[in-house]
């Protein structure tokens, strides 16, 4: 088996902003080989653009990947089509030139017999100049932006599994197909997600849940492990009668999404992961001791989270967060109890793994805000980046929030929100 690397390079004059306006456009008939074009809908809501081009009669499919708007870029798959090849996978990526106007990369990487490959490549790379031209010459004037849609009004209403322990929601009105599920961060409780289930229940059904010990919900009798979270969200899945799950969690909330994903990847039709993704397992011992050691200090000395509550908020919030998402912020923080408080920095530091990527089957959406100090941007984009090389068929989006902090959905929920459920409207039956 041969393999081949196409890499052409061109430049528009046009602003990214107006070039990635075409090029983003994955089902779009703007490339001038291409006949006509359709989308399709893969497994677990994946993207698929099948399409022919002038004067032959093969039908091309393609998956899209990876997408991401921040990054104005997109990955996809070969599916069917090209005769021989053993794999191919390509990235389109827009990015702005030091003298002005836009460069723009297209890449792909081919296996394929060696009496085809060079065919493959030769052939690939035509494609790829020929796109490049169409998109320059298409992009003429940056679009306005469009204003993200204001957040609808829902009934929200307050649930409680009384069990050992007693687990708080808030749901929205039941709906067909998958049932979303919040889980909010170390700081926080489900109140934080209130402008994410109004903007969901039009979509499909959803909850959120105060984590074990958070707000009205109660501590085990013993010490809470990543795998009781994870029961937690399967006794929460049969309450409300959900065979399909989708999971959004913000930061400790993202690591037990991602930990129950990886344990139950069929239970899954959607993993939606903000401000952070794999918490300490990928950290050595010596720094999982060092972070909980250090957290653990202020409840030694007495203290409860409200007292220590400002100084966190200021570690949280963005620079230009207002008063009143501050203040959002210092109440939950304020209003969790030392033990749970405690309990949860234990559980964080000793996952019981590392998050094997590979398990991650379903639609991945990973979001972070542009000011986040504890899972910045570059941080989240690299790991968003092994979840698309790593698991089969890979269906990862990944963005940044402008102006948020790291909690991302409290600070900027319009933006938050139109995210959302652009990405719900492919799960939703």
């Known amino acids: 088996m041969a393999r081949e690397a196409v890499h ?22 703007w490339h001038p080989a291409m006949a006509t074009i359709r989308a399709e809908r893969g497994p677990h809501g994946a993207r698929v653009r099948a399409f022919t081009t002038h004067g032959e009669e093969t039908l091309y499919r393609e998956q899209l990947t990876w997408f991401s708007d921040s990054d104005r870029s997109y990955a996809y798959t070969h599916l069917q089509g090209i005769e021989g090849v053993e794999s191919y996978d390509a990235r389109l990526t827009i990015a702005a030139a030091e003298e002005g106007g ?47 849609a204001p957040t609808p009004s829902a009934a929200l209403e307050p649930m409680v599994l009384d069990a050992t322990p007693r687990l708080a929601l808030t749901v929205t009105p039941p709906r067909p197909g998958p ?34 010990g958070y707000g009205d919900s109660s501590l085990g009798f013993r010490q809470s492990t990543v795998d009781d979270y994870c029961d937690d969200i399967l006794r929460v899945a049969e309450a409300l009668g959900a065979e399909q799950l989708v999971l959004c969690g913000l930061s400790y909330g993202s690591w037990i999404a991602t930990s129950f994903a ?68 210092l109440a939950s923080m304020s209003a969790i109890p030392a033990a749970t408080y405690r309990d949860a920095l234990v559980c964080f530091t000793n996952p019981l793994e590392r998050l094997d990527f590979a398990r991650l089957t379903m639609p991945v959406l990973m979001m972070t805000g542009e000011f986040d100090r504890l899972a910045p941007p570059a941080e989240i984009r690299a790991v968003s980046a092994r979840i698309a090389e790593t698991a089969p068929r890979a269906d990862v989006r990944f963005e940044v929030i402008p102006g948020a902090g790291h909690v991302c959905n409290v600070e900027e929920p319009a933006a938050y929100n139109a995210l959302l459920t652009d990405f719900f409207a492919r799960l939703a039956p």
């Not at 039709?269 to 300490?280: D, E, K, N």
């Open 8 to 29: 052409v390079i061109g430049f528009a004059a046009a602003e990214p902003a107006a070039v990635w306006a075409v090029a983003r456009d994955f089902c779009g008939l």
């Open 102 to 148: 836009t460069v723009i990369n297209w890449t792909a990487r081919i296996a394929a017999p060696a009496a085809r490959a060079k065919a493959i490549a030769d052939g690939t790379r035509a494609i790829f100049e020929a796109g490049i031209a169409a998109l320059a010459a298409a992009a003429t004037e940056t679009p306005a932006p469009t204003p993200p």
């Open 179 to 212: 049932l979303c599920l919040f889980l909010h961060g170390i700081g926080g409780g489900r109140g934080n997600w209130d402008a994410q289930l109004a903007a969901t229940a039009p979509v499909m059904r959803a909850a959120a849940l105060d984590l074990r």
């Open 262 to 329: 990886t344990r139950h990847p069929e239970r899954l039709a959607g993993l939606v992961l903000s401000g952070g993704c794999t918490g300490m397992s990928e950290a050595g011992p010596e720094e999982r001791e060092a972070f909980r050691v250090s957290r653990e200090v202020p409840l030694n000395a007495g203290q409860v989270p409200a007292d220590f509550a400002p100084a966190v908020v200021k570690v949280l919030a963005s620079p230009g967060a207002s008063q009143a998402v501050r203040d959002a912020l």
